[in-house]
């Protein structure tokens, strides 16, 4: 997947690798969004993407029962992309 670099941090192009798993979750994404330009679509309002998802956050918390900040799905996801022997350059990018 590309991500131009009119939108990266960095001003520059990013290309990010994508398992057959991604790709088909994104596909199946594309799908279900129902005439919106966005993959993850704000539940109130089809026009706008998701910003920063506090309400699905919280959402899960209350499911799950287990309270979590984003900063502790961050740590998990390095702590696994280690595990999965995942280059540290690669991680440091996704």
Known sequence: MTVPR??????RE????LSN???DLL???RLM?????WVFQSTKNANQHISQGIGIIREVRRRSGIYFTVHDLRRT???MGEKLEVPAYVLKKL
């Open 6 to 11: 009119e939108v990266t941090k960095s001003d």
């Open 14 to 17: 990013l290309e990010l690798p």
């Open 21 to 23: 798993f991604l790709v």
């Open 27 to 29: 596909n199946k994404r």
């Open 33 to 37: 969004q129902s005439g919106s330009e």
């Open 77 to 79: 996801f390095m702590t």
